[in-house]
């Protein structure tokens, strides 16, 4: 079987693809893939150390006023468009699958020109808008969040739910707290909110810190990259001032941190939150204001409903308000496990199952 999969610009995009490459390579050692993304996306950086052959187009997205830039657009979407359509000729593939991007909008586009079986995954509750547009030529559409679904043909879509929770699924309980200077087994709230970091979060921890050295239970933090040093000014790292607390730039092994924690807290983006509900743990969700559609709200909002989650809105966000959330979960045990339960029940752990039998679907 050979695979041709495409996606980038965010982390969101390109991780549910290398999970489900990952699965796919578990099962099947024959299996060939194709990895296409942008020239300057983040993909550049995430792909190619894992060894999936990988090529680049240059393309671009559409500015939302009107610009001589989206003229460019069109160029490079054309041009991209026809390059696509080249190297599907040269690689055969069975199947394309587009997980989001601009640049998964031409590669996705050619395949279905070329009558290659297509499929899109949307990994939001609000699709983006290169999904949007693929809709009417794709074979399949995979969704994340039931949510999604009323955006899509029926007929088409499938929930399949994000390939990335079925990859941390059997992440177990350990002592990996230890390396991180706390106590493996006192109840742990884990923070973070994303790979580089998030100010308001940020801001919020810092002048939360005295209050949460006084709690029973004990913080991990992963401040990012940018914000760390800012931390280090600010209160210092003494581990003799705030025993319970370990601030971190970043946490390599995040799948087993997530299993040892009780607490979850960050942002609402797709790939958290399919990592948290598979590993069924309560969380607190602050959504970014930042994204298309405001998509992170609408996620948040379905677990909310669910009792999985609880949500503080970005604006509103503030030391007292947080340390208000958190204790409200950590103090309350049954409550605690009530949550844990709503959100495994939200999780979907087969992800990359599903969407492998969607593949044999279409290519039989």
């Known amino acids: 079987m050979k695979i041709l999969v495409t996606g980038g610009g965010t982390g969101g995009h390109i991780y549910p693809a290398l999970s489900f490459v990952d699965y796919v390579r578990s099962i099947d050692k024959e299996a060939e893939f194709l990895y296409i993304g942008a020239t300057r996306g983040l993909e550049n950086k995430i792909v190619p150390p894992t ?10 997205g559409f500015k939302r006023k009107l ?54 995954h949307e990994q939001n509750s609000v699709p983006g808008i290169t999904n949007k547009f693929l809709t009417k030529y794709v074979d399949r559409i995979a969704i994340a969040f039931q949510d999604a679904a009323r955006y899509f043909p029926a007929k088409k879509t499938v929930l399949v739910g994000n390939p990335r929770g079925q990859e941390v699924r059997d992440a177990q309980k350990s002592a990996i707290l230890a390396a991180y200077d706390l106590k493996p087994n006192r109840p742990t709230v ?10 308001k979060i940020n801001q919020a921890l810092i002048e939360a810190i005295p209050l949460f050295a006084k709690k029973d239970y004990q913080v991990l933090y ?4 940018r914000y760390y040093k800012e931390i280090e000014e600010k209160i210092g790292m003494s581990k003799d001032a705030f025993p319970n607390i370990s601030i971190r730039p970043y946490i390599d092994q995040m799948a087993e941190v997530m299993a040892n924690s009780d607490l979850l807290i960050g942002r609402a ?15 607190i969700l602050i959504p970014s204001p930042y994204v298309t559609n405001d998509h992170q709200t609408k996620n948040a909002q379905s ?6 989650v609880k949500m503080i809105a970005d604006h509103a966000l503030n030391s007292s308000n947080l ?18 339960q709503a959100s495994k ?14 593949v044999q679907e279409i290519i039989k």
């Open 51 to 60: 060894g999936i052959p990988f090529q680049t187009l240059e393309i671009q």
């Open 67 to 120: 610009s001589m830039d989206n003229v460019k657009t069109i160029q490079l979407f054309l041009k991209s468009y026809l390059a696509a359509k080249k190297i599907i000729k040269d690689f055969q593939p069975d199947v394309v699958i587009g997980t989001g991007g601009y640049v998964s909008g031409a590669v996705v586009f050619a395949a279905s020109r070329l009558h290659i079986p297509t499929i899109i």
């Open 269 to 283: 983006g797709a790939t958290s939150i399919a990592e948290f509900t598979a590993l069924g743990i309560p969380a």
């Open 222 to 225: 992963a401040s990012g990259e």
């Open 303 to 308: 677990l909310v409903q669910a009792g999985a």
């Open 190 to 199: 884990l923070i973070f909110g994303g790979s580089q970091g998030a100010q």
């Open 345 to 358: 029940e939200q999780g979907i752990s087969d992800a990359s199952e599903r969407l492998f039998r969607l």
């Open 323 to 340: 340390v208000a959330a958190v204790d409200s979960i950590m103090e309350n045990e049954s409550m605690r496990k009530e949550m844990a």
